[in-house]
């Protein structure tokens, strides 16, 4: 039965969400790809910028490879959000100068008993790390209601979270204030942005020709969605109506919803804006 479960959970992805690999792209920058969420490290001098510090054994690994390996201090560090599998090990660097947040991100880190020198991005803050300039934006949220994203304008990479995980659907996390019509949202934002390459929350590092693929099947759902809506169907009648082709790429995993569960999510998030919007117009 065990052996069953471990072999489900492996072919849903469990083995890409808990295998840790670092990969160095240059002097200057490396990846820690799984081992709960992707972590970037841009490396300055004798220092380290660290988005998401992950979580369990992991977390402790990826110290040790900065700390121990390296001979770095990691001097700040950014949250792409709350889960524990990017935020969880946190404690692991106590004497960090910065830790860089969305507001509703630190409300829950703080809810959660975290103790760290937050600073809250509700926009943007820009820092200028050797020969890097890192830009931490608040684009939007909806993976949950605290997400932030990296650009590194120079080298043209984003780090995006759990925003946008390679090829997989997206999973708003309503425990956490996440809204997979916000989250089309804010793909829409990043895709925005200048980059070749995009740093996901889980999976290997993204061409833009990926991402691009992921805003169109979420922008052709919405409007998918929206045209059910404004029919007046239900839920089960615009499920069966939206089937949308060429995304077949794009599945599900143990963390992440089926095809027709983010359809399903969909349609409650565009229903529930709708009756607002109606019921604002009504309201005299
Ligand atoms: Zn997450």
Redesign the pocket.
């Known amino acids: 039965m065990l052996l069953a479960v471990c072999c489900f959970l492996a072919g849903c992805g469990l083995r890409t969400f808990l295998q840790l690999e670092a990969v160095r792209i240059d002097d200057g920058l490396e990846v820690w790809l799984g081992g709960g969420?992707n972590s970037v490290g841009v490396l300055h001098g004798r220092q380290a910028f660290l988005s998401d510090v992950k979580f369990a054994d992991f977390g402790m690994r990826l110290r040790h490879d900065l700390e121990d390996t390296l001979r770095l201090k990691v001097s700040r560090v950014m949250l792409?959000?709350a889960?524990q599998?990017?935020a969880g090990s946190l404690a692991l660097y106590p004497e960090v100068g910065a830790v860089l947040v969305h507001p509703n991100a630190k409300k829950r880190l703080l809810a959660q008993g975290e103790r760290a020198p937050f600073v809250e991005v509700d926009g943007e803050i820009r820092l200028f790390l050797g020969e890097e300039e890192v830009r931490v934006l608040n684009l939007g949220s909806g993976?949950?209601d605290g997400d932030l994203v990296a650009y590194l304008p120079k080298r043209k990479w984003v780090v995006a979270?759990?925003l946008v995980n390679e090829d997989l659907e997206p999973?708003a996390?309503q425990a956490?204030g996440g809204d997979v019509l916000v989250l089309a949202h804010t793909v829409q934002r990043i895709l925005e942005l200048d980059f070749t390459h995009l740093v996901p929350?889980h999976g290997q590092v993204m061409p833009r020709s990926k991402v691009e693929h992921f805003g169109d099947y979420l922008k052709q759902l919405e409007a998918g969605i929206r045209a059910e809506v404004t029919k007046g169907s239900d839920e089960d009648t615009a499920v069966r109506a939206v089937q949308l082709q060429g995304f077949d790429d794009i599945k599900t995993a143990f963390?992440v919803p089926s095809r027709e569960g983010t359809t399903r999510a969909m349609f409650q998030s565009v229903k529930k804006e709708t009756e607002m919007n109606s019921s604002k117009k009504e309201t005299p």
């Open positions: 969420g792409t959000h889960h599998d990017h993976h949950t979270g759990d999973r996390d956490y929350g963390y």
